[in-house]
Every structure is written in C-alpha cells, then in structure tokens.
C-alpha cells in the first residue's frame, strides 16, 4: 500500500471515531477535609498541661497541631487574656509549613499575674476542618523581685513594722471600751483575747514612743473600767466575743456563749503586764493596779475543773455548764491557761492538774526528730506556729525547763520545722522558699485555717514568721524583708501585714485580725528589750505559780 493510501486510511478512521457519541467530562476531585487538633503546647520550652508557675513576663507559647491551621482563623482563635477575659496583644508566627504556632504577647505582661492561653473552636485547618473541642490553661508570671519601698536598716523597719501594726489596736480601738475588735471588718464584735494582745500592743506603744505614757494609761484604764464594771462574765471568766459597747456575751458558735478560759487566760496576760509597767505611786497607777487585781483574782480558775478533776475545761455556759465538753490539754496553745490558774490566789489548781490534765495527754509528748531538729512537745511536725507564740508573748522561753521539755528548744525547733518545711516544699507550691515560710491559724481563700506541715493549704500567714524573731532571727528577718520589700504592694497597708497570703492562688487577704496582729508587735518588742517577758515574769503570783507546776 501505497504512503498516500496509509494517510488517507489513518484520516478516515479518526473522522469516524469524531463522528460517535460524545463522553461525559470527569468529574472533579472533592478535597478532604481534615479535622485540625491540638498535639502539644510549651510555655518557654516545658509542657504545658497544667497551670504555669513563674512564666516570665513575654512568654513564648507554641502550639503544635496535627494539620496546617488556617492563618486567616487564628487572629480569631488563638488568644492570651487576663483575669477579667481580656485580649492582651499577642503576635502569632507560623512554623514548620503552619502545623506549629508562636504566640507571645506583644509587650511584658504585668509580674505576679494570672492569665489564660485559650484557643476556640473558630480554628480551623488549612483544609476547612475546625477544632473540635475548645482549649484553655492559665499561666501566672513570676515574682517582680524589685524593692517596692526604699531601703531602711533592719531596726528601722522593725520599728516601722511595729507602729504601723499598733495602729490596729490605737487607731481601730473600740471608741467605747477600747477592746480590740476581732478584725478590721467588724463594728461592735469585740476579742478578749485579742485585746489581752492588744493591751500589750498599747504598753509597746509607750514604751516606743509611739504614744505617751499618760495616753497609754488613758486608754488602758477605759479598758480595765470597761472589763471591771460592764463586761459580762461567767464564774469571773470572759467570752470569746464580746459586744465592745455592752459588754454582751457575742456567741462564738451556737454553744460557745459563755466562758472561755482560754480567751481569758490572754487577756489575764495582757492586764498583768499592765499590772506591772504601771508602777508609780500616783493614784492614777495605783488604782489601775487595784482594778487589775480585781479583775484576776475573781477568775474561778479552780471552777473549770468541773467537779475537782485533774484537768481544766474550755467552756462554761449559764444553760448547759461544761456541755461542750473541751479539755485544754496536749501541747497547743494554753500553757498560759494552766500558769495563770496556778498563779491564782483566790481559785488556784494544783500541780496535778497540770500533770494529769495538761501534760497527762497521750499527744503531749513527742521526742521525734523533723528535718534534722527533735521536737520536745505536740503533734507530729510541730503543728501551728500559734502555738509558741500566744503563750509566749509573757512567759519567756529561755532557761525554762520542767520534767517534759526545755522550752527554749521547744519553742526554737519548733519553728525551725515550719522554716525548713515550707523551704523544702514537699507539696511543691509556687513561691514557697526561705524568704516565704510560716504555717499557722490565718485566713483562707474563702475561710479559716489552722495551717501546718499536716495542713498545708498553700498560705503564708506574715505573724508565723515575724512573730517567730525571737527564735529565729535570721529566718524570720529574711521573710519580714521579703514580705515588706518585695510583696508589700500586695500585702503592706494600713495596719501593716495583711492577714495571709497564697501565692500560688494569686490571693491577698485584706483582712486584719487582733490575734494575728498582736503577736506580731508584742514579739518584736520581746526580740527588742524582752519587755514583756520581763513584766510578767515578775509578777509575785506568777513566779509562785511557775515554780509549783
């Protein structure tokens, strides 16, 4: 065959094949749409599962994902806000093909600050697929370390400390008796043992020259009138609270509407303190001790044996006598409560009654060693830092010893476990260190709590510490420089150290209590000059007292 026919035949068989039925286009291809999810997310390089404890103030966050994410979605998405829900400026870099996002804030975020990184729904993938499930965690940045008051000597701001902290009892005194109110929120509620502290608040203020001798002994003659002449009492003994205009019992609970022995040891403590530094030959002084002694010597210290047992009982009310039914004994608090019965020369208790009531309690005795210090007395670690401090505001610790301790290691070692345990920090809460220690009675977020190594809430109360100098002098002066130099914009106002504080809640209290307070000023004086130790220690029926127990 000819190359003409060839050409021709090649022609003819394409125009037949263009001549039958035309075919159906392909149809298109539909993309996939894949669903975009969270795979891991850092803050400065560590995980980030959990809150973030002292980020620095211009994080880098990274967040990676399991698909590209649509760069047009994550302005809308992807934010940093704060506590009240607002967007703080952020800037987003996309790395790795858009499967990983930097977000960091655009300038430093605010020190010692809760925020939240949040990403919405609204995300999608580079092909259409949204985040199914919304995402959010809190950061906290870190601690501004600047000084936020100008550098004083250390016995300028313990000077300073105290007067600011007096104020609470002078200037919040209760206008009619001059009791201290149990906290800076209350109007007539009144505490007497508070104001025992407070009494003692008023001698330092004399005796720093806050005040002058003729204004402390005004004041303290209105109290003593006060107490002598109005305040309701039980068997010679005072309420928990009491109505600072009446002197009406104010309930502390439902059944705790009378007596409290405890409460009235305190004050009992204050008031010969007073006894003893008023001490001149006018008339003014020496009816003021007579009014004291009045008030003292009408405690029926020896009633709250219920029946002449070998312990001493808490409450006593005109409805239900001992209902309550408290004991005062094991190592706590009330050593005061078992010397100022002793020391009672109208209704005083024999050594028995310590030794089988007080000292007598299975929990009394301890001998245990905790972080390298051996512990005399009380609960395992030690329990609250109240407890050798309320009674010690008049008995001085040093050289003391009896059959069960040496109260100069008690009230030491004692101290030295709460330091060495918040320094330790076991639960591992954020700002816990050898400047921010002290675990004992304070207030909460929402509540109140007697804080311990065994109850450790995260809460830093400033008297744990401070009213610890005595003991711990270098400790205690690092945690009261830190708590005025570093965190005083949150918790130095106007009567001082507020009540407590958690860092890692971001909680400030700004609450004031008389029993917090107190001890702060009395044991700073105490480091001072030993004032009151010397004061009431040299009261006749307390010498007596100390020496039969």
């Known amino acids: ?150 550098a004083i000597s250390d016995n300028a701001l313990l000077d300073l400390v105290q007067q600011t902290t007096f104020k609470y009892f002078w200037d919040f005194g209760h206008p009619v008796s001059g009791l201290a109110r149990e906290r800076n929120t209350d109007t007539d509620l009144c505490t007497s043992g508070g104001s025992g502290f407070g009494v003692m608040a008023i001698l330092t203020g004399v005796n720093r020259n806050f005040i002058t001798r003729t204004q402390g002994l005004t004041r303290i003659q209105t109290i003593v009138a006060f107490l002598k002449n109005t305040a ?64 003292f010597n009408r405690v029926e210290w020896s009633w709250f044996r219920q029946n002449n047992q070998d312990v001493l ?16 004994k094991g190592w706590n608090e009330c050593l005061i409560t078992y010397v100022m019965a002793a020391s009672s020369t109208t209704f005083g208790i024999p050594k028995s009654v310590y030794t089988n009531g007080w000292a007598g309690d299975p929990g009394f005795k301890n001998g245990g060693s905790y972080f390298g210090y051996q512990l005399p007395l009380g609960p395992s670690v030690g329990g609250p830092l109240f407890f050798e401090h309320y009674s010690f505001l008049g008995i001085n610790p040093n050289g003391l010893a009896d059959t069960y301790a040496n109260y100069t290691d008690q009230t030491k070692n004692h101290t030295l476990i709460n330091y060495s345990y918040c320094r330790q920090n076991p639960k591992g809460y954020f700002g816990y260190s050898d400047s921010v220690w002290g675990l004992t009675a304070s207030d909460i977020p929402n509540g109140y709590s007697a804080s311990s190594p065994t109850n ?62 107190g001890p702060i000023i009395v044991m700073i004086e105490n480091y001072h000059s030993g004032l009151f130790w010397n004061l009431f220690t040299s009261c006749p029926e307390v010498k007596t007292g100390m020496k039969n127990l």
Request: net charge neutral; aromatic share 12%; proline share 5%.
């Open 456 to 517: 450790d809430l995260g809460v830093i109360a400033p008297t744990a510490a401070i009213s610890s100098l005595p003991y711990t002098p270098g400790e205690s002066m690092a945690a009261l420089k830190f708590f005025y130099y570093v965190l005083g914009d949150k918790i130095w106002k106007q009567y001082g150290f507020t009540d407590a504080f958690s860092l890692k809640d971001l909680w400030f209290a700004n609450s004031y209590l008389a029993i917090d307070q």
């Open 1 to 150: 065959m000819s190359m003409k026919n060839t050409l021709i035949r090649i022609l003819f068989i394409g125009l037949l094949a263009g001549c039958g039925k035309k075919g159906s286009p392909d149809p298109p291809v539909t993309p996939t749409i894949k669903v975009i999810a969270i795979q891991e997310v850092k803050l400065n390089g560590t995980a980030f599962n959990n809150t973030y404890y002292g980020s620095s103030r211009q994080p880098v966050i990274r967040l990676q994902f399991n698909e590209p994410a649509m760069q047009t979605t994550v302005n809308t998405s992807v934010k940093i806000t704060d506590a009240n829900g607002n967007d703080i400026a952020v800037s987003y870099t996309p790395q790795s093909k858009d499967s990983v996002l930097l977000v960091q804030p655009s300038s430093p975020l605010t020190a010692l600050t809760k925020y939240w990184l949040k990403v919405g729904t609204t995300l999608k993938s580079a092909s259409g697929g949204s985040l199914q499930t919304a995402w959010e965690q809190s950061f906290i940045t870190q601690i501004d370390s600047s000084r936020k008051f100008p």
């Open 232 to 295: 309701q009492t039980f068997h010679g003994a005072f309420p928990h609270w009491l109505n600072g205009a009446t002197g009406v019992v104010i309930p502390f609970s439902a059944k705790d509407n009378g007596a409290d022995l405890v409460e009235t040891s305190y004050l009992m403590q204050g008031l010969l303190c007073a006894r003893q530094y008023f001490n001149d030959a006018g008339a003014a002084e020496t009816t003021l001790r007579a009014d004291i002694n009045t008030i």
């Open 313 to 328: 009982y808490w409450h006593w009310n005109s409805a239900g006598g001992f209902e309550m039914n408290v004991q005062i």
